[in-house]
């Protein structure tokens, strides 16, 4: 094992020269390399953060939230749907929600207004999101104005900023009484806007919302794990968007990496026929290019691998955020957790080093079996 490892070494450290003899080309190959793996790795760490970010969130979320639906349309919920509800076995919890938009015409932006519970958020006061505070300029105690639909004017008493911690989910949330909420939008007593359902055992849900549609033929149940793949599927949509934009310059990438792969120049013929005229063995330069192909793209992948992981959790991937992230008035700051998926770098793995380390066999093989005095007069 020791001679092998030390062969090896040596033809490691004989490849690393013969690469300096031609510093030029090979770093601007290797640099060529790391900017397609870094813009790769990026997209691929970005979206799956972003997928990683809306699982933590919706973790929290309702098992089922019930709708009903007149003329396709979203309708308010009449009283009694909470009663025909509670009959249904498997629900363990059910809450009628108030909620509704409001365009804010002094920002050019819409608003989420909540209603929660009095003993939550006093009459006359709000609590608003990080997103909507900055924009506002608003802080605790100071005071409001929203015109409603039907043309009243409503004054409200901010009683607290969200925390910045939950802008993902709150950067334009409105919170206030129920009885505000009410008179506000003109809501009817009795009425909501859907209900969130908790069930008890997780592997009912479906069987649970096929109950509901059943009981209730004009609602129509939303699963939590269709709305996550609602998510999956929109950065999925974006993801492959950004992709086909550079799709020209990863083709020109892998034309020019397979070029210089697969072709050697009359230097590198003229090197192999002196390395067999002096005693080196066929396997021993097809293993010495190879190592020469793995330095490059290994070097590459793993300097674009460290470059995209800075740039998305460090930087908030600034160059394609934009894209990915989607478009708001009131965008939300937050900070992505590092998700790294073993599966996502092996695939990067197999498509960026894999490939250019696979190309270099065949012309060098066919160098190498080539009678040296005839490679070094070609």
């Known amino acids: ?41 990026s997209l691929s760490l970005f979206t799956h953060a972003l997928r990683s970010e809306a699982s933590y969130v919706l973790a929290g979320s309702p098992e089922v939230i019930l709708q009903r639906m007149v003329a396709g349309r979203h309708d308010l919920i009449p009283p009694g749907y909470l009663d025909k509800i509670g009959r249904i076995r498997g629900v363990q919890k059910k809450e009628g929600r ?24 006093a009459d006359g006061t709000i609590m608003v999101g990080s997103a909507l505070a900055r924009e506002r300029g608003l802080a605790p105690n100071n005071t409001i104005s ?13 009683a607290a900023v969200l925390s910045p911690d939950s802008e993902l989910l709150s950067a334009d949330l409105v919170l206030l009484s129920e009885s505000d909420f009410r008179r506000f939008f003109e809501y009817p007593e009795g009425h909501y806007t859907d209900i969130a359902l908790s069930v008890a055992n997780p592997q009912e849900v479906r069987t649970v919302a096929a109950k509901l549609s059943a009981a209730l033929p004009d609602s129509r149940p939303i699963l939590r794990e269709e709305v996550l793949r609602t998510y999956q599927s929109l950065f999925d949509w974006r993801e492959g968007i950004v992709l086909t934009v550079l799709a020209g310059a990863i ?11 697969s072709g ?21 330069v097809i293993r010495m290019k ?17 470059a995209a ?7 908030g991937a600034a160059v394609f955020a934009p894209v990915l992230k989607g478009w708001s008035v009131l965008y939300p700051r937050f ?12 695939t990067l793995f197999f498509f960026t080093v894999v490939p250019y380390t696979a190309a270099v066999l065949v012309p060098i093989w066919r160098a190498a079996i080539t009678d040296p005095d005839a490679v070094m007069r070609a």
Request: proline content about 3%; cysteine-free.
């Open 1 to 41: 094992m020791r001679p092998w490892l030390e062969k090896q070494l040596h033809l490691i450290d004989f490849t690393l020269a013969s690469l300096a003899r031609r510093k030029t080309k090979n770093v601007g190959l290797l640099l060529a390399y790391t900017l397609i793996v870094f813009v790769l790795a």
């Open 98 to 121: 108030l909620w509704g938009y409001y365009y804010d015409p002094v920002v050019n932006a819409n608003y989420t207004f909540m209603a929660r519970p009095a003993s939550e958020v």
């Open 146 to 158: 929203f015109r409603s639909y039907a043309g009243k004017l409503f004054g409200f008493t901010v």
């Open 251 to 261: 083709l020109a990438f892998a034309i020019l990496a397979w070029e210089k792969a």
């Open 264 to 284: 050697l120049s009359a230097e590198e013929r003229r090197e192999i026929g002196i390395l067999k005229a002096i005693g080196w063995e066929t396997g021993d």
């Open 290 to 306: 190879v190592w020469e192909g793995l330095v490059i793209s290994l070097t590459a992948f793993l300097l674009g691998g460290i």
């Open 309 to 315: 992981y800075v740039h998305v959790f460090h930087f």
């Open 335 to 346: 900070t992505l957790v590092p998700a790294v998926d073993g599966l996502q770098i092996a």
